[in-house]
């Protein structure tokens, strides 16, 4: 770029992203002097939408939020109406339900990397151009958010917008025999994921290091449906103090909130979850980091596809784990007895943190939902 030139760029739609956006951006002498990410689809108004429904219709309700991620909207919400009403599903619907976020990851890791991201990376305009160049490793794609989607349906009854979760646990467990049947597939599927992670470490990336600070939960597990909210700045916060520390505001070229950390913006989905928990990956996805050498924390946004195969890894580990002992349970669910209270939820999308927060009346009725999905978390760091 000249150094005296002055550049205006309008991208009216931008393609292979989630929703609908558009980018406009001016620089001069060199440098960008205004951008803006503009979200112009329309505001989906699901906190209000809930108001006055029962706590039995928020699951399959917010269900319909995300076509790519239903999963995650149905466990943060279980998991806040189960605190509200002072509900403990148990050590059984805990694992399955560990299970069923492995799914999700799997499908919609797999449908970033090979539908969104890696097109690009190629020089391809779409995933089926990239296909005449890589037809193996498209095809390895497929297959495994294939897996995510039959592991999806497991539990869900489906994979889109599923609808077997509920308060207290599922409406039924799984037979045995179909739990195997996965189970094989998903442990023949292991090497698939361990040659994509080594795909993704060989791709020569733009060297881009940020200074932001990563959130994500933090368990005793790597995090998926549960933990406490962290920050690679020193952040160690409960999920119910979520609002003295992170803030939303209107933006006026957007319909999405810009979010931010002590009024700083920040980066939640894959690699802040892994610079925030690289110690929690399973022993064998850690094998495959170390042998990747990346560098943790990264300040480097395009790592975040290594990030998402190694995720693939982790989550297929954990799901053959958890149902290598599988057994149908007396009961998938926990009795539940609504009553006044108030809730909150957060679990790990594919795409970052997802908070929610309910209050219900005595009989279980929603008086108030407050849903912060990671998407919108994210725009401010990426402007």
């Known amino acids: 770029m000249s150094e005296g030139r002055q550049i205006a760029i309008n991208v009216p739609v931008l393609a292979r992203v989630e929703g609908e956006g558009a980018l406009e951006l001016a620089a001069e002498g060199g440098r960008i002097t205004d951008l803006r990410l503009r979200i112009y689809e329309p505001p989906r108004l699901f906190e209000r939408f809930l108001v006055g429904r029962a706590w039995h219709e928020v699951p399959d309700a917010v269900a319909r939020i995300c076509g790519i991620c239903p999963v995650a909207y149905q466990m943060s919400a279980v998991q806040a109406l189960e605190q509200a009403f002072g509900v403990v599903p148990g050590e059984w619907v805990a694992a399955m339900r560990r299970v069923f976020y492995c799914g999700e990851w799997l499908q919609s890791h797999a449908l970033h990397i090979h539908l969104l991201a890696a097109p690009d990376f190629f020089g391809y305009d779409s995933a089926l151009a990239m296909a005449s160049g890589y037809p193996e490793e498209v095809r390895r794609g497929m297959r495994l958010q294939a897996l995510g989607n039959e592991l999806m349906a497991l539990f869900g009854g489906r994979a889109v917008h599923p609808v077997g979760a509920r308060v207290g646990g599922f409406h039924r467990a799984p037979a045995a025999r179909d739990v195997a049947d996965l189970h094989g597939r998903l442990e023949a ?195």
């Not at 916060?237 to 931010?260: G, V």
Request: charged content about 20%; some cysteine.
């Open 189 to 383: 599927a292991l090497p698939e994921a361990e040659a994509l992670v080594r795909w993704c470490a060989a791709i020569d990336l733009p060297q881009d290091e940020q200074d932001f600070p990563s959130v994500a939960l933090r368990g005793d597990a790597y995090p998926m449906n549960y933990g406490r909210i962290a920050a690679t700045n020193g952040l160690d916060l409960d999920k119910a103090d979520w609002e003295s520390r992170f803030a939303e505001t209107q933006i006026p070229h957007s319909t999405a909130f810009h979010a931010t950390l002590d009024g700083e913006p920040y980066l939640v989905g894959p690699l802040a979850r892994l610079n925030v928990n690289p110690a929690r990956l399973p022993a064998e996805s850690a094998s495959l980091l170390a042998e990747t050498g990346l560098a943790l924390p990264s300040g480097n946004p395009f790592h975040g596809m290594l990030a998402r195969a190694l995720e693939i890894h982790a989550a297929l580990v954990e799901a053959v784990r958890i149902l290598g002992d599988y057994r149908e349970p007396h009961r998938p669910y926990a009795e539940v007895t609504p009553q006044a209270g108030v809730g909150y939820g957060a679990t790990e999308a594919p795409r970052g943190v997802l908070w929610h927060r309910y209050a219900t009346d005595e009989r279980g009725i929603i008086t108030d939902s407050r849903i912060v999905p990671p998407t919108a978390q994210n725009q401010a760091r990426i402007e």
